[in-house]
C-alpha cells in the first residue's frame, strides 16, 4: 500500500517555542492533506485540509494562526504549531488519500509532541 | 448531523471470534473503513467496504454493513494476542473531499 511518512516521530520543546511536524507521501502524490490530533485513549479529531496550492481549510475551533499549514508541494505538507504551550501536547497525525477505488487514506506514523 | 460510535471496550479469548460493532447516522455516508492503531503507532487500514455493499471478507476480516439500521461490523476470525490494539471505524460522505469522520475506537483485548 501507499506510504505516509512524519518527521519528527517525538518531540519535547520549551513552551513559547514553534514546531514542524513534516508529512510526506513516499510513493504517490497528494494535492491533499489531512491533519489529525489525537488525545491519549480518544479518537482522532481532525484539523485541517491541507491543499497544495492553496490556503488550508481549517475546522471549526482550530486557530489558524497558531496551528500553520503549508503544502508546498505535491509530496509534502508541514504543520507548525506556533508559540506552543503545555496544553498542546498531543499526537498530531496526518493522512493522504491515495486515490483509486475507495479513496483510502493512508496515514503518518503520528508525531508526538511533548511541551514543556 | 455527523456521528459515529462505537463501543469502548472488547476482552476475548485467543482463538474466539471478535465482533465489533459501529453506527453511524449519516446516510451520505459512501465509504466505511476499519482502522487499526497500535500503541504510539498512527492507523493501519484494515479494510474498507462501499456503502453499497452488504458484506466484505479478507481472509481472517469480515465487515458486515447493514445500511437500513446504519450498523456496521468488523468480524476477526481465530483472534490473536497481536490483534490487540484500537479499532476505528470512519466514514467519508459524499462531495466532503475524502473527509474521514471517526467513531471513539473500541480497545480490543486478546487475553491468551
Known amino acids: 500500500g501507499a506510504v505516509v511518512s512524519q518527521h519528527p516521530s517525538r518531540v519535547i520543546c520549551k513552551s513559547g517555542t514553534s514546531v514542524k511536524i513534516e508529512c510526506r507521501s513516499l510513493?504517490?502524490?497528494?494535492?491533499?492533506m489531512f491533519w489529525y490530533r489525537q488525545f491519549p485513549k480518544q479518537s482522532l479529531m481532525l484539523m485541517a485540509t491541507?491543499?497544495?496550492?492553496?490556503?488550508?481549510?481549517?475546522e471549526q475551533g482550530v486557530e489558524k494562526d497558531k496551528f500553520l499549514i503549508n503544502h508546498a508541494s505535491l509530496t509534502l505538507s508541514t504543520l507548525t504549531v506556533t508559540s506552543a504551550h503545555p496544553e498542546d501536547s498531543s499526537f498530531y497525525i496526518c493522512?493522504?488519500?491515495?486515490?483509486?477505488?475507495?479513496?483510502?487514506?493512508?496515514f503518518g506514523p503520528g508525531t508526538r509532541l511533548t511541551v514543556l | 448531523g455527523e456521528d459515529v460510535e462505537q463501543s469502548l471496550f472488547l476482552s476475548v479469548r485467543e482463538g474466539d471470534s471478535s465482533v465489533i460493532n459501529c453506527t453511524y447516522t449519516?446516510?451520505?455516508?459512501?465509504?466505511l473503513y476499519w482502522y487499526k492503531q497500535e500503541p504510539g503507532a498512527g492507523l493501519q487500514l484494515l479494510t474498507y467496504i462501499f456503502s453499497n455493499m452488504d458484506m466484505k471478507q479478507d481472509q481472517r476480516l469480515t465487515v458486515l454493513l447493514n445500511k437500513k439500521d446504519k450498523h456496521l461490523s468488523l468480524r476477526i476470525a481465530d483472534t490473536q494476542t497481536g490483534d490487540s490494539a484500537i479499532y476505528f471505524c470512519?466514514?467519508?460522505?459524499?462531495?466532503?473531499?475524502?473527509?474521514?469522520?471517526f467513531g471513539q475506537g473500541t480497545e480490543l483485548s486478546v487475553k491468551p
Open positions: 449519516d446516510s451520505s455516508s459512501t465509504y
Open positions: 470512519a466514514e467519508t460522505l459524499y462531495n466532503q473531499g475524502g473527509k474521514l469522520i
Open positions: 491541507s491543499n497544495e496550492g492553496s490556503k488550508a481549510t481549517y
Open positions: 493522512s493522504a488519500p491515495a486515490g483509486g477505488l475507495g479513496d483510502t487514506q493512508y
Open positions: 510513493d504517490f502524490q497528494a494535492t491533499t
